[in-house]
């Protein structure tokens, strides 16, 4: 089965080429760029490749937040997009999922972290179940003190808001490397292959972005 999956939560997106759960090609864009701008070019780049053409994709994983309010927009819209072009299944996947499936072997249980600004954090606890990797429900949104007040010895922590807190995390913590924190698309791919194994489905028409909570200009609207 031919799948594309699609990362684009945060500030560096990427893409990756699948058949089944075998990558063929993973792609980063560059994080100067917009990703609206260079997505398209660099899928297109892509495709010819793997001599593959849109059309002949079968399904398309996104990650759907949580993340960026503009990249989680332009991610979720292109695999719409393509999802209808191509009549292709598609599936969402937590993003915080994506980070903790990309945890080393020898861990079992994680908490996943990306910065969610105003000195909060998202946050979600997933343990490894053979293949993959299921969670304790939605991500929070967590004051950032409170999350680290929260933190017991034996605790192991991954995510891209580590970068501006891993001096503040309490003796005892597990830190993974720093390799694991940032979401892949390959992984966003493998654990849509794995799902779609156990039976997930999913259309274009009920894809959408994992927000978790309103923008900056709807709070100014609603204030």
């Not at 058949?19 to 660099?42: F, K, S, Y």
């Not at 072009?85 to 980070?99: F, M, N, P, S, Y």
């Not at 910065?115 to 993959?132: G, H, L, P």
């Not at 997930?200 to 709070?219: C, M, T, V």
Request: charged letters at 20%; proline letters at 4%; glycine letters at 8%.
């Amino acid at each position: 089965m031919k799948l594309l999956a699609l990362e684009t939560s945060l500030r560096q997106s990427s893409f990756a080429l699948l058949e089944g759960d075998q990558l063929l090609r993973q792609v980063e864009l560059d994080p100067a760029l917009r990703t609206a701008a260079a997505l398209t070019p660099a899928l297109e780049e892509a495709f010819r490749s793997v001599d593959w053409a849109p059309g002949q994709i079968e399904l398309i994983a996104v990650s759907h937040g949580p993340g960026s309010f503009t990249g989680l927009r332009i991610g979720v819209a292109t695999a719409k997009a393509l999802a209808y072009v191509a009549k292709a299944e598609v599936l969402g996947i937590d993003t915080l999922r994506v980070i903790a499936a990309q945890s080393p072997a020898h861990v079992n249980n994680v908490q996943t972290i990306i910065d969610a600004q105003r000195q909060e954090v998202f946050v979600a606890k997933y343990q490894r179940q053979e293949s993959s990797w299921n969670g304790d429900g939605l991500a929070k949104i967590v004051e950032i003190d409170a999350w680290i007040a929260s933190l017991k010895v034996g605790d192991c922590v991954s995510g891209t808001a580590l970068a501006k807190l891993r001096e503040e995390i309490p003796a005892g913590v597990q830190i993974l490397p720093e390799s694991c924190w940032r979401p892949m698309a390959a992984t966003v791919g493998q654990l849509a292959w794995s799902d779609y194994q156990s039976g997930a489905r999913g259309d274009h028409w009920n894809l959408a972005p994992r927000y978790y909570r309103k923008s900056a200009a709807e709070e100014k609207l609603d204030g």
